[in-house]
């Protein structure tokens, strides 16, 4: 199984302010037919999951532009240009190149 | 407006069985793998189990292969997931999720406990 190891657990921050989130697997996520797919989602308390960003890079319908990813490869990032109250909560990666899709454990955006 | 709406979680005794059901409406349902993913108390997402959308090829985590099954009625636009000598780390919120989609439902409650 393809294991996704998220940095920080846990990320302070102050509204307004840049914030970062890695999420590194342990193979490649190169599928072969050239996509990667790498996906963020957040969940905020008490609701269910939604997504942000699929196939590395590609924001979903209706999320804010201050969202962005990238990466390549094994290495991937999810940046938010300036936190606002509502991006608070917890961050997921996602891989689904490979059977079973798996999840990094979650990484808790919280205010400083 | 995409909604995904399951149902048939509750309390069930170690060994038990329960199936959950998952309505969709709002994207071409039988166009779409469709999957399960759990969320134990407190805990992160694990994905559970797919099935493509003609239903014929189904894809399972190791920890549920052989009691749990994932069935579908492009019909009724219903999504399935029959579970089966139930444990206590089966403890979650199951979600039913189109991923590639982008859609997720708001989840059922399963609890396994004597």
């Known amino acids: 199984d393809i294991v996704m190891n998220q940095t920080p657990l846990s990320s302070p921050v102050t509204l307004g302010q840049p914030a970062s989130i890695s999420c590194r697997s342990s193979?490649?996520?190169?599928?072969?037919?050239?996509?990667?797919?790498l996906s963020w989602l957040q969940q905020r308390p008490g609701q269910p999951p939604r997504l942000l960003i699929y196939e590395l890079s590609n924001r979903f319908s209706g999320v804010p532009d201050r969202f962005s990813g990238g990466g390549a490869g094994t290495y991937f990032t999810l940046r938010i240009s300036r936190v606002e109250a509502e991006d608070l909560g917890v961050y997921y990666c996602?891989?689904?190149?490979?059977?079973?899709?798996?999840f990094g454990q979650g990484t808790k955006l919280e205010i400083k | 407006e995409v909604r995904l709406v399951e149902s048939g979680g509750g309390v069930v005794q170690p060994g038990g069985s329960l199936r959950l059901s998952c309505v969709a409406s709002g994207f071409t349902f039988s166009k779409s793998w469709m999957h399960w993913v759990r969320q134990a108390p407190g805990k992160g997402l694990v994905w559970v189990s797919r099935?493509?959308?003609?239903?014929?090829?189904?894809t399972y985590a190791d920890s549920v292969r052989g009691r749990f099954t994932i069935s579908r009625d492009n019909a009724k636009n219903t999504l399935y997931l029959q579970m089966n000598s139930l444990r206590a780390e089966d403890t979650a919120i199951y979600y039913c999720?189109?991923?590639?989609?982008?859609?997720w439902g708001q989840g059922t409650l399963v609890t396994v406990s004597s």
């Open positions: 099935v493509d959308d003609g239903g014929s090829s189904t």
């Open positions: 999720a189109s991923l590639s989609g982008g859609y």
């Open positions: 193979q490649s996520l190169v599928h072969s037919d050239g996509n990667t797919y």
């Open positions: 996602m891989q689904s190149t490979q059977f079973p899709y798996t």
